[in-house]
C-alpha cells in the first residue's frame, strides 16, 4: 500500500535562515511526488514535482526538493526563508502506473517563519 | 490563468439537510476530484471523475455521492448531513493523457461546511 509521511506537525524557522520540511513515502515501483502548498483560507497550490530525471527539482518561489531513492525521501528545502513563506505544505505521492486517482497526501507541516 | 471555482467558501446546514456543493473548472481537465481537508489527516479523497458521467470511489465515499453531467462541472453531494461530515471540502482537477502535465492538480479554495 502506499503511504506518505510528514514526521513533523510544525517547524520554526528565523526569517533568513535555510528551511526543510521532511517527507517520506512508501510506494510499489518508481514514485511521482509532490509538494503543495496552502496559503490562510485558500486552496493548495502546486509548488513541484519529481516525476523522473534529476534528483534535484526545483519549483515555485525559490523552492527545491531532493529525490533521495535509497531513504525514500523526498525533503522540501529552501536556503533563505520568507515571512510570506509562513503556511501549511503538503507531500504528496503516487505509484507510477497507477490510477491518477491513487495520489496519497501527507497529514501537512505547518511552516511558521518568524521575523 | 488555471482556475478551479467552487460555489461557495461558507457553508452552515443542519443535520439533515441534503447539500450540494459545486466544482467548476475552466482548463478542458477530464479529472475532477473531491477531498475532503481535517486536520492531522491530510487530504482524503471522496470521489474521483475521470471524464463526463464516470467516477470512482476513492478512499471516504460513505455518506457522499457525485455528480458530472458536463465536463467542467463536478458536483459532490451529501445525501443527508451530519455532524462529521463539518470540514474544508477541496475541489482538484488535472488533464488526462501520459506525461507529467497530468500530474499536477489545480485545487479550488475550498468550502468551509459546518453541519449543525
Known amino acids: 500500500a502506499q503511504s506518505v509521511a510528514q514526521p513533523e506537525d510544525q517547524v520554526n524557522v528565523a526569517e533568513g535562515n535555510p528551511l526543510t520540511v521532511k517527507c517520506t513515502y512508501s510506494?510499489?515501483?518508481?514514485?511521482?511526488l509532490f509538494w503543495y502548498v496552502q496559503y490562510p483560507n485558500r486552496g493548495l497550490q502546486f509548488l513541484l514535482k519529481?516525476?523522473?530525471?534529476?534528483?534535484l527539482v526545483k519549483g515555485s518561489y525559490g523552492f527545491e526538493a531532493e529525490f533521495n531513492k535509497s531513504q525514500t525521501s523526498f525533503h522540501l528545502k529552501k536556503p533563505s526563508a520568507l515571512v510570506s513563506d509562513s503556511a501549511l505544505y503538503f507531500c504528496?505521492?503516487?505509484?507510477?502506473?497507477?490510477?491518477?486517482?491513487?495520489?496519497?497526501f501527507g497529514s501537512g507541516t505547518r511552516l511558521s517563519i518568524r521575523p | 490563468d488555471v482556475k478551479v471555482t467552487q460555489s461557495s467558501r461558507y457553508l452552515v446546514k443542519r443535520t439533515g439537510e441534503k447539500v450540494f456543493l459545486e466544482c467548476v473548472q475552466d482548463?478542458?481537465?477530464?479529472?475532477m476530484f473531491w477531498y475532503r481537508q481535517d486536520p492531522g489527516l491530510g487530504l482524503r479523497l471522496i470521489y474521483f471523475?475521470?471524464?463526463?458521467?464516470?467516477?470512482e470511489k476513492g478512499d471516504i465515499p460513505e455518506g457522499y455521492s457525485v455528480s458530472r453531467e458536463k465536463k467542467e462541472r463536478f458536483s459532490l453531494i451529501l445525501e443527508s448531513a451530519s455532524t462529521n461530515q463539518t470540514s474544508m471540502y477541496l475541489c482538484?482537477?488535472?488533464?488526462?493523457?501520459?506525461?507529467?502535465?497530468?500530474?499536477?492538480?489545480?485545487f479550488g479554495p475550498g468550502t468551509r461546511l459546518l453541519v449543525l
Open positions: 471523475s475521470y471524464d463526463v458521467k464516470m467516477k
Open positions: 504528496a505521492v503516487r505509484g507510477k502506473g497507477s490510477s491518477a486517482s491513487k495520489i496519497i
Open positions: 519529481y516525476i523522473t530525471g534529476d534528483n
Open positions: 482538484a482537477s488535472s488533464p488526462a493523457g501520459r506525461g507529467a502535465p497530468r500530474e499536477t492538480q489545480y
Open positions: 510506494v510499489s515501483g518508481n514514485p511521482y
Open positions: 482548463m478542458d481537465h477530464e479529472n
